[in-house]
């Protein structure tokens, strides 16, 4: 039995002192500020949001792409086509942390400037790597926001199609 316990103890201490071998500095999009690297990564709606959401909507196979910061922020953005009424119901309805101390029941509209307000305080980087979303605003769009622990959705929906574009960040 102490043998046993001996090599337990011998295996972990083993596994603990195994250094990682460190990212190479060719998968981060760097400018130079350390705090500002990227690395890019395709993701999956389904991966991101619960089951029953994703089946809710009904949009298939959607993937997008997912930005992770070295501070740890965990972005995604997706752009797929989906019933807009059906959406808002889905997030709506989509579950959160109930640990949350604050949380949407509903997805609030947002004005333009909101949205700019919220621009500027993206690190170039990401807007760089989700320029697909950031440059969709116009017009002819509605924009919406929804706080559900662990996700933050920010909604850009063109009235005259049924096209959505998704970030989710994870906060």
Not at 55 to 70: R, S
Not at 77 to 92: D, I, P, Q, S
């Amino acid at each position: 039995m102490r043998s046993a316990f001996a090599l337990y103890v011998f295996l972990t201490i083993a596994l603990l002192a195994c250094k990682k071998p460190a990212l190479t500095d060719s998968l981060f999009q760097d400018n130079g500020d350390a705090k500002n690297s990227i690395v890019v990564f395709h993701t999956s709606l389904a991966d991101t949001l619960p089951e029953e959401t994703t089946k809710a909507l009904n949009v298939g196979n959607v993937t997008g792409i997912k930005v992770l910061d070295l501070q740890g922020r965990d972005v995604r953005y997706f752009h797929y086509k989906a019933n807009k009424k059906v959406l808002l119901e889905a997030l709506a309805k989509s579950p959160f942390n109930r640990n949350a101390l604050l949380a949407d029941t509903l997805c609030r509209e947002i004005s333009r400037e909101e949205l700019v307000r919220f621009k500027r305080s993206i690190a170039d980087p990401e807007l760089h790597a989700g320029a697909f979303f950031w440059n969709k605003v116009s017009q002819n769009v509605e924009i919406y926001e929804s706080v559900k622990p662990p996700l933050k959705h920010l909604l850009i929906i063109d009235k005259s199609s049924r096209d959505i574009h998704h970030r989710i960040e994870f906060i």
